[in-house]
């Protein structure tokens, strides 16, 4: 008589792969978490393109902030200081577009603003940063007498000192946008009639 075949061992299931064992580690899944938010957030970074530090602040409470006046208003500043440092490296194209953000900062602000002191205080700031732009772009655009000018600059700044004109700036501010508008004025006269008294 034959002897009964030996019963087969139970069958065990397979480990688990490795990885699946990490993700049981507590700390996995939040670390992933705050990877991924890092990630984002330099991305976002990189994209804006801050010039300081304080860029980087101002950027996150322009964000979260539910009035936004403050934020826009130091980060038109934060433009006007980096285009200062560009026109002191002789860096003039990028003084005039670091003029150009702040521009739209300062208007940003002043759609913002909660009260007049704020409309005045973002106007104000927004009509000398224009005339500082059209200042640089007439810099630029005029050249010598035995050179041709670049009327097209010199016309984009004429339309910035017309645009700053039409605003309700102050005294101070209205005084430099009439003399700007008669050099620019008398730049884009032809030839050598700019030397002549209008």
Known sequence: MDAP????????PPPPA???EGLRDPWVLPGLALLLVGTVFAVLLYRAAPQSA????SSALVAVAPDAFTPHLSRARERVDAAQRARTA???????ARLA???EEALAARQRASDSTQVRTATDLWGNVVLDRAELMLASGAGPWYRA???QV?????????RAQEAPLGPAARTRAAALDEKIRRQLRPGPLEWLPQ
């Open 154 to 162: 010199l016309k984009e700044a004429l339309a910035a000192v017309n």
């Open 18 to 20: 490795a990885w699946r």
């Open 101 to 103: 953000e702040g521009e």
């Open 54 to 57: 304080a860029e980087v602040r």
């Open 90 to 96: 002789g860096d003039t194209a990028g003084a005039i």
């Open 149 to 151: 000018d670049n009327d």
């Open 5 to 12: 075949a030996p019963a087969s061992p139970p069958i065990t």
